[in-house]
């Protein structure tokens, strides 16, 4: 009795603790939009870690309510931020000093590409708890690690503080090994150990380009500001030397690339997303990859730009084996989810590969083919959950005719495939039609290479879809399963309407998108 009482109490503090500071800022001049969304997530992880066990129900209802204000929130930040000329690159900037001694402080802002990302993870952490509803087995601590970790992505998004971001990047990363340890199926404790593994490998890379960047700015600062400093803004206008960057940046690339399923350090990818339950292979698929692509673009590319030009067209042609051998890889696979987690490896590349192209064209379809793969893939991964809850296999070979008797979910799939084979009409078409483009503009036979992948891709989604979906039933043991329930349905329609809305009008958000990428290619030009 006494439990309950305490844990009752710390839920009605924390509400009303977060209402207060919402309120607060809602009443003054400034509102901290991206503190706000970060608390939100932050409080609800708090929250439900302090409800009881037998309140099963209303943890996931919890979860529920703050995941859609994070959801809320992402999209008022999205029809805000402001675009065209004279108006400022990041916005939103919030700004606290936190440890001076380090040169380090609270330093949050968006751009263009932030705002993309941002939305992205509002989108695809509400579907992931509509996903996870009836998971059962220790519900509370699921949802609180679920909260807490995209607590860290929402702060990754918007640091402007290296050692901020660094913070948000392990508070992002580390909670993923419980979650697949714990909630995962199959060898989930060797794919969780082994996806730890390699991104603290990627980490320890990382943090060698950041200590490098970071004592180069009282090294090489600009005259009269010899101190150091983790912010970002200094950092940018540092002159580091041509020799530094070169040297500094396949730290920093290689160290992102790992999270980014970058070949030949992604074999932890697939067995990740194979082991991981629902919510978490949406997650990690939809938005923790795009971390790493993010950091390469603005860390990397906006901090480093002479080592990019110097590096990125070599690293240009790991891309291709990225494309190829990841689209080739899911057509081979027997296992519905590894079809999938392939898929990834596969659409991944062809991200990285508009960031190597270092224009227009490729580096804004770089960054909508983030968020145009993280939305399909999460579709893909919820979609695979929801088949595996109803006929208890991933195997192709055990599946035949589904559509029959899952026509929604056959449907949804459907929708999802033709996304990732770049159907016109969907966002996976706009995305990678920008990136071939700049691909072509810097070398036409690589073009042409990765343009096999695309090819490989429609042979096994459809392949998929017939053996899965649409042929006759062949297994008579699924004569009395189910569709999809009413809270999967919801899940699916959001990120579908999302494919659909973004392929058939995507100028809205190429134009948030552009408002990022014109200073960091500006930079790249200009040589920093």
Not at 31 to 48: G, K, P, R
């Amino acid at each position: 009795m006494v439990t309950t009482v305490c844990a009752w109490g710390t839920v009605a503090a924390a509400l009303a603790g977060l209402g207060w500071f919402v309120g607060l800022q809602l009443a003054g001049d400034t509102v901290y939009w991206i503190s706000n969304l970060m608390a939100v997530t932050a409080t609800a992880s708090v929250i439900v870690m302090a409800i009881p066990d037998r309140y099963e129900r209303f943890i996931k209802w919890i979860s529920a309510v703050f995941a859609f204000a994070a959801l809320v929130l992402s999209i008022c930040l999205a029809l805000q931020f402001q675009r065209g000329e004279g108006v400022s690159t990041f916005q939103f900037a919030e700004s606290s000093a936190w440890i001076p001694g380090l040169g380090a402080s609270y330093l949050l802002a968006v751009d263009g590409i932030g705002v993309a990302m941002e939305l992205l993870t509002g989108i695809i952490i509400f579907c992931g708890v509509l996903a996870s509803w009836r998971v059962e087995h220790r519900p509370r601590e699921f949802f609180a690690l679920l909260l807490l970790l995209v607590t860290g992505v929402f702060g990754v998004f918007a640091a402007q503080d290296l050692f901020v971001f660094f913070l948000f990047y392990e508070v992002a990363v580390l909670p993923m090994y419980l979650l697949i340890g714990i909630w995962g199926t199959g060898p989930k404790e060797y794919s969780a150990m082994k996806l730890t593994l390699y991104l603290l490998m990627g980490s320890a890379l990382m943090l060698v380009g950041f200590l490098a960047l970071y004592f180069g700015t009282e090294t090489y600062g600009a005259p009269g500001a010899h101190t150091l400093t983790f912010s970002l803004d200094a950092m940018r206008r540092t002159a580091y030397p041509i020799g530094v960057q070169k040297f500094y940046f396949p730290f920093l690339f290689i160290g992102f690339g790992i999270l980014s399923g970058f070949w030949p350090l992604h074999t932890w990818s697939p067995d990740g997303h194979a082991s991981a339950p629902t919510a978490v292979s949406m997650l990690h698929a939809g938005v923790l990859m795009k971390l790493g692509a993010f950091g390469i673009i603005r860390i990397g590319v906006e901090l480093c730009p002479e080592g990019a030009r110097f590096w990125l067209p070599y690293f240009s042609v790991f891309t291709l084996v990225n494309i190829t051998y990841g689209a080739f890889s899911a057509m081979s696979q027997v296992d519905l989810k590894y079809v999938i987690a392939y898929s990834s490896v596969s659409h991944m590349g062809i991200v990285i590969l508009g960031i190597c192209t270092l224009n227009d064209a490729g580096l804004n379809g770089a960054v909508l083919q983030m968020f145009s793969h993280g939305i399909m893939t999460g579709m893909f991964f919820a979609l695979v959950g929801f088949t595996y809850e109803k006929t208890h296999t991933r195997m192709i070979a055990e599946y035949g005719g589904l559509g029959a008797k899952m026509p929604v979910i056959a449907t949804f799939f459907t929708i999802a495939g033709l996304a990732s084979l770049g159907l016109p009409g969907l966002s996976g078409f706009v995305a990678e039609f920008m990136v071939f483009l700049g691909a072509w503009q810097m070398n036409r036979v690589m073009c042409a290479i990765a343009a096999v992948g695309i090819v490989v891709t429609a042979a096994y989604v459809l392949r998929v879809l017939q053996k899965c979906f649409w042929g006759p039933l062949t297994n008579p043991h699924y004569d009395e399963i189910t569709d999809a329930s009413p809270v999967q349905i919801l899940c699916l329609t959001i990120l579908a309407s999302v494919l659909v809305a973004v392929g058939m009008l995507p100028g809205w958000l190429v134009s948030i998108i552009n408002s990022g990428v014109g200073p960091v290619l500006a930079r790249v030009a200009g040589g920093g």
